[in-house]
């Protein structure tokens, strides 16, 4: 049986699914996270052939049946991850198919622009991906945290949500839901307890507590330090569009430019949200503002799909 396969590869999963020549679902599959750079090198080709073989054993399929491979990847941050990662895919997966690989941030672009305009991803971390109508393809934020990159993003809010809980230990401000959330969520009493979190943060992969939801009900609420971090987020966010903008020169050729939202991040709060339409339509009064309608994996299938019948 001839089929194709497509890969959204994310910082939490790995998500694999199978489809015929019609662009039918044949199976799915989800593995271990594959970025190299966590996973390390030695470790990848276990890994990233492990889920290609559950998926194939889901629905009898071989490896020698396979017409395309499209995988949309995190970790695919510089013309040597491009061609690493896209040779990796080749060479060491058993396939005799075209194969090509792009960042998860391009794909979610694919997925809610069309490949138009600006995306803006807030999940984890945050950043931003443009393509202009001359073809020229940008992409702004996504830096490690060690260089202070991902402002905007989940990471971003629940360390800044932490720093407002250090004010309270401190005897700087009053007791608040937002701080009463986030005491409960982690457990924490006392000044010797975030310390002991702070620890744990502090060395790579500065591992965040996800706070972001409990930052958003406070929001949603009224607790005006949430609302504020949420403001806050979204002016890092905007700055983002803005450097994508000044790179490629959108908005100069493309005025009515669309400005797509990704990630759970700004998904999930409505005073991010509105902050950032606030934000954008100040700026660029064309701008269509733009949500999914589609998963990052239900994208990556109808490109494996284009893929294969195109063999290029």
């Avoid at 060491?92 to 305009?117: K, M, N, Q």
């Avoid at 600006?118 to 984890?124: A, F, Q, R, Y």
């Avoid at 269509?288 to 284009?306: I, Q, T, V």
Wanted: proline share 3%.
């Amino acid at each position: 049986m001839e089929f194709a396969i497509a890969i959204d590869s994310g910082g939490t999963n790995y998500r694999l699914r199978a489809i015929d020549g019609n662009g039918r679902m044949l199976s799915e599959y989800t593995g271990k996270p594959a970025n190299h750079y966590h996973v390390g090198l030695e470790a990848l080709p276990e890994i990233i052939n492990s889920s290609i073989s559950a998926l194939l054993s889901s629905f009898g399929g071989e490896r020698k049946d396979c017409r395309a491979l499209f995988c949309g990847t995190t970790g695919l941050d510089s013309d040597e991850d491009d061609a690493f990662l896209n040779s990796f895919y080749r060479d060491s997966c058993g396939l005799s198919c075209p194969v090509r690989v792009i960042s998860d941030a391009e794909l979610a672009h694919y997925a809610v622009t069309g490949g138009e305009g600006v995306l803006l991803i807030s999940g984890t971390g945050a950043i931003a991906f443009g393509c202009s109508r001359e073809g020229r393809r940008g992409r702004s934020g996504g830096w490690l945290f060690s260089i202070l990159g991902d402002q905007g993003g989940g990471a971003w809010v629940s360390r800044r949500a932490l720093q407002h809980l250090s004010r309270f230990f401190d005897g700087a401000i009053s007791d608040s839901e937002l701080l009463m959330g986030i005491r409960e969520r982690l457990s924490i009493s006392s000044r010797s307890d975030l310390n002991r979190l702070a620890r744990t943060m502090g060395e790579p992969p500065w591992t965040v507590p996800s706070l972001g939801k409990i930052v958003s009900e406070a929001a949603d609420s009224g607790d005006e330090e949430a609302i504020r971090i949420f403001q806050e987020a979204a002016s890092f966010l905007f700055s983002l569009v803005e450097d994508i903008d000044s790179a490629l020169s959108i908005s100069r050729t493309y005025p009515d430019f669309p400005v797509g939202l990704w990630g759970s991040t700004v998904l999930g709060s409505s005073a991010m949200r509105t902050e950032l339409e606030r934000l954008i339509k100040g700026k660029y009064p064309e701008a269509r503002l733009m949500l999914p309608n589609k998963s990052a994996l239900d994208e990556a299938a109808e490109l494996a799909l284009k893929l294969w019948k195109s063999g290029r």
